[in-house]
């Protein structure tokens, strides 16, 4: 059972556009939320994190959103470059322990 | 900036065998993580360290164990390896506090045939 369910699973889009991924949880404990971007045989390195307190943030091109009553957040690549291409984590962190619970992953691939 | 290192990066072992994983986390870090991470999967949480002692275990099977020591260097022993156990292994570090990021580290990638 996915406690923290990434869409979708797979994007392609054009240089220059905007790329939209989406991540809901359940756990009302879930207290901070990182994404992290992946590249193939590479760890996953933190791109952008939101507290729960905080509707939006950005950084650059990448902006984090999120809704705490629908239990959702989002993370926009505006600008999307070919160096984008990766694959996308959105995690979550409760306010229990420190681990990490993973989205399933996205893999976004921006066509040149 | 100094990372978090792994060693080896790659290992291929027979089933059966054990398998010792190392993780050098970044200074001044005292926290260490263990994740798993299948082909095409996300990452798993194993077990984590604070000064050297577990503070939190995850989905991580009986066959495996794991340490901190007191440099804060951690350590994943594998036993009775299994076809199954084949993945990328992440070590991450962080500092004390709830509040700091999780570093990964390049990931050691474990081949059990």
């Known amino acids: 059972q996915q406690q923290v369910k990434q869409s979708p699973q797979s994007l392609i889009v054009q240089k220059g556009g905007i790329s939209i991924i989406n991540c809901a949880y359940e756990n009302t404990a879930f207290d901070y939320f990182p994404w992290y971007q992946q590249f193939p045989g590479k760890g996953p390195a933190l791109l952008i994190a939101?507290?729960?307190?905080?509707s939006e943030k950005k950084e650059g091109r990448f902006t984090i959103s999120f809704n705490k009553s629908a239990k959702q957040f989002s993370l926009h690549i505006m600008d999307s470059q070919p160096g984008d291409s990766a694959t996308y984590f959105c995690a979550a962190r409760d306010n229990a322990g420190n681990m990490l619970t993973f989205g399933g992953g996205t893999r976004l691939m921006v066509k040149p | 900036a100094a990372g978090v290192i792994q060693s080896p990066r790659h290992l291929i072992k027979e089933k059966r065998e054990t398998a010792t994983l190392k993780c050098y986390p970044i200074p001044r870090h005292d926290t260490v993580y263990w994740y798993q991470q299948g082909p095409g999967q996300d990452p798993q949480f194993l077990i984590s360290f604070y000064e050297k002692m577990q503070s939190d275990k995850g989905s991580i099977p009986d066959r495996f164990s794991a340490q901190q020591f007191s440099d804060y260097h951690s350590e994943l022993n594998m036993s009775s390896l299994e076809l199954g156990d084949s993945a990328l292994y992440f070590c991450?570090?962080?500092?004390?506090?709830?509040?700091?990021?999780?570093?990964f580290g390049p990931g050691t990638r474990l081949l059990v045939l």
């Open positions: 991450a570090s962080s500092s004390s506090g709830r509040e700091e990021t999780q570093y």
């Open positions: 939101i507290r729960p307190d905080v």
